[in-house]
């Protein structure tokens, strides 16, 4: 049977994270799985007291917590892989953040797909639950609408969040496998997907395999659905000039990024009167503006709020 390491990051979560372990624990999976949990808060040390009470109480897998004083995600994936690595060898590393929830077929899901695929790393879906209702444009806004895609083969993945992975393929890439300068901004694990492709591998996606994802008050809202277009732009656009593209490909870029700028506001008139449809050229406009900031420097520090218990 496959040998299963779930790496979860975490920071003053832990009502979300004591969720997440217990839809671990009742997993339905033929793997042999250790759970590794990173806390980010040296202060507070409560994903470390969460990870404590369950294994006191007869978790169902070995469990284990460190504490990463670095703050920021792509310190807390670096430790995450360094520990997993130090680990007794496992096959696979997933990871979870500590918002989300698998369905209980998730990981044999993932390893079944694997399997058929002979992918490196591949991505779950992800269905969104709402504390709090936030009408029908959340469907045209990323970070907020569900995310599937049919299962099979894909070019390339972007996200860490719902995640399988081969060992060797962090084995194999030079450290830190995310980089710091994403620390607070998040893509992170874009970067790293693209040298990971850059480097020969192989990814998939597993539709079925659903982790469910819980979106507080303070998310389920305009303004921040439209803040984490504006951070993607941004953050898509760091990546993209961090391996220095020729001429051609930025202007590419440019052109598509004048095209947003000029096509939107004319589709966000002609939509003013469907209030949901509205939401996607406007989408569209903030992460024109978010990639405009990343050119001139300017980054956004996703990050620095936290969102959720």
Same mark, same amino acid.
């Given at each position: 049977?496959?040998? !299963?390491?779930i790496?979860?990051?975490? @920071?003053?979560?832990?009502? #979300?994270?004591?969720?997440?372990?217990t839809?671990?624990?009742?997993l339905?999976?033929?793997?042999?799985?250790?759970?590794?949990?990173?806390?980010n808060?040296?202060?507070?040390l409560?994903?470390?007291?969460?990870?404590?009470?369950?294994?006191?109480?007869?978790?169902?897998?070995?469990?284990? #917590?460190? !504490?990463?004083? &670095?703050?920021?995600?792509?310190?807390?994936?670096?430790a995450l892989?360094?520990?997993?690595?130090?680990?007794?060898?496992?096959?696979?590393?997933?990871?979870?953040?500590?918002? &989300?929830?698998?369905?209980? %077929?998730?990981?044999?899901?993932?390893?079944?797909?694997?399997?058929?695929?002979?992918?490196?790393?591949?991505?779950?879906?992800?269905?969104?639950?709402? &504390?709090?209702?936030?009408?029908?444009?959340?469907?045209?806004?990323?970070?907020v609408?569900?995310?599937?895609?049919?299962?099979?083969?894909?070019?390339?993945?972007?996200?860490?969040?719902?995640?399988?992975a081969?060992?060797? =393929?962090?084995?194999?890439?030079?450290?830190?496998?995310?980089?710091?300068?994403?620390?607070?901004?998040?893509?992170?694990?874009?970067?790293? @997907?693209?040298?990971?492709?850059?480097a020969?591998?192989?990814?998939?996606?597993?539709?079925?395999?659903?982790?469910?994802?819980?979106?507080?008050?303070?998310?389920?809202n305009?303004?921040?659905?439209?803040?984490?277009?504006?951070?993607?732009g941004?953050?898509?656009?760091? !990546? @993209?000039?961090?391996?220095?593209? %020729?001429?051609?490909?930025? =202007?590419?870029?440019?052109?598509?990024?004048?095209?947003?700028l000029?096509?939107?506001p004319?589709?966000?008139?002609? =939509?003013?009167f469907?209030?949901?449809?509205?939401?996607?050229? =406007?989408?569209?406009?903030?992460?024109?503006?978010?990639?405009?900031?990343?050119?001139?420097?300017?980054?956004?520090? &996703?990050?620095?709020?936290?969102?959720?218990?």
């Open positions: 049977m496959p040998s !299963v390491l790496a979860i990051p975490s @920071f003053r979560r832990p009502k #979300s994270l004591e969720r997440l372990l839809a671990i624990a009742n339905n999976t033929r793997a042999n799985v250790t759970v590794l949990v990173a806390d808060d040296a202060d507070r409560e994903a470390v007291a969460t990870c404590d009470a369950v294994r006191a109480r007869g978790y169902r897998w070995p469990i284990s #917590s460190i !504490v990463v004083t &670095e703050r920021g995600i792509a310190n807390v994936r670096n892989v360094a520990e997993a690595l130090r680990q007794p060898p496992c096959d696979f590393i997933a990871m979870l953040d500590d918002d &989300e929830e698998p369905d209980r %077929n998730w990981l044999d899901e993932l390893l079944r797909v694997q399997a058929e695929t002979g992918a490196d790393a591949l991505n779950g879906s992800t269905k969104r639950v709402f &504390e709090t209702d936030p009408g029908a444009w959340a469907t045209h806004c990323d970070g609408s569900d995310i599937f895609a049919p299962t099979g083969r894909i070019d390339i993945i972007e996200g860490t969040g719902n995640l399988l081969r060992r060797t =393929l962090f084995a194999g890439m030079t450290v830190p496998w995310f980089d710091p300068t994403f620390a607070m901004t998040g893509g992170e694990d874009k970067d790293f @997907f693209v040298r990971a492709k850059n020969g591998a192989r990814f998939a996606w597993a539709n079925e395999a659903i982790a469910y994802d819980y979106v507080p008050p303070s998310r389920a305009l303004k921040w659905a439209l803040s984490r277009a504006y951070s993607a941004n953050s898509d656009m760091r !990546v @993209f000039l961090k391996y220095r593209p %020729n001429l051609a490909s930025k =202007l590419n870029e440019m052109a598509r990024i004048v095209a947003a000029l096509l939107n004319v589709l966000f008139v002609i =939509l003013a469907n209030p949901n449809r509205r939401v996607r050229p =406007l989408r569209k406009l903030y992460r024109a503006f978010g990639k405009l900031a990343a050119i001139g420097g300017r980054t956004y520090e &996703e990050y620095s709020v936290i969102h959720g218990q």
